[in-house]
């Protein structure tokens, strides 16, 4: 059976999380549907991430295997024709190698967090960031981050219920900017890891806030970190603001 990758981009909004589930919409219940619609299933696609509920992507990755030897292009437009009204678009499909796996495969994941400041409602962005009515101090945001980077027991910035088998996690990256926007400024996070815990990325985020509003001095992210206690994270932040922004693979299946 032919296998083809799928680089997918969905709004969170109106789902429960990537995670086919029985009485809720799903990213990946849409689009097993839309599957079902042009070969019989049943389909089981798997993703690199799964996403949790409200959470969007720009640059995700899926498998499925078909029994016809579809065309990429036409195989693409079939499943937007049928994904049709649900916002979740393949922006890309390539056929693979039978062994090459969405999520074994990949080498690192991307996430971006979007942090709006600004007092009146957002009203175009609304959904897709998170908004704070006051100014944060990007420096001290990074400095706070800094403690975060390398390889360590991630337990206070992981869930209560994550069922990843260790906290220990190596968090390549975490870079802060500022940027302005029609909207207002923006701070955006960008984070890479080869994988995170559940909840992690706005774990991090939320507790960063902290540090930019001054709630918090950039030292006791380090504090938070060594504690290895749930109890001493920040607030976990909205989902609104989280992006799954790509995944890299030893070669790019989408490079051509």
């Known amino acids: 059976m032919p296998r083809f990758a799928l680089k997918v981009e969905y709004h969170g909004a109106p789902f429960a999380g990537w995670q086919r589930q029985r009485d809720q919409p799903s990213v990946q219940g849409a689009i ?15 993703a690199a991430g799964r996403t949790d509920a409200g959470v969007h992507a720009l640059g995700q990755v899926a498998h499925c295997d078909l029994a016809k030897d579809w065309a990429p292009f036409r195989l693409m437009e079939a499943l937007n024709h049928h994904l049709k009204p649900a916002p979740v678009a393949i922006v890309d499909c390539v056929q693979v190698e039978e062994d090459w796996h969405a999520r074994f495969s990949a080498l690192e994941r991307r ?6 400041m600004r007092r009146a409602p957002a009203t175009h962005q609304a959904g897709l960031v998170w908004q704070v009515p006051h100014k944060l101090d990007l420096g001290a945001m990074r400095e706070g981050a800094a403690h975060l980077v390398g390889h360590h027991d991630f337990t206070t ?3 209560s219920i994550c069922q990843a088998a260790s906290p220990i996690k ?10 302005q926007t029609d909207g207002g400024p923006e701070i955006v996070l960008r984070l890479r890891a080869r994988s995170f815990l559940h909840n992690q990325v706005r774990s991090i985020v939320g507790t960063l806030e902290r540090v930019g509003k ?3 001095a950039p030292d006791d992210v380090r504090g938070a970190l060594e504690a290895r206690n749930r109890a001493a994270c920040g607030p976990v932040c909205p989902p609104a603001g989280l992006y799954l ?3 890299r693979y030893p070669v790019d299946p989408f490079a051509t």
């Open 157 to 159: 910035f992981r869930s």
């Open 32 to 46: 097993e549907a839309a599957l079902a619609r042009l070969e019989p299933g049943p389909h089981n696609i798997a």
């Open 111 to 116: 996430y971006l967090f979007r942090l709006l």
């Open 245 to 247: 922004h790509g995944v």
């Open 214 to 216: 001054g709630a918090w």
């Open 170 to 179: 190596t968090l390549d990256t975490v870079e802060i900017s500022e940027v």
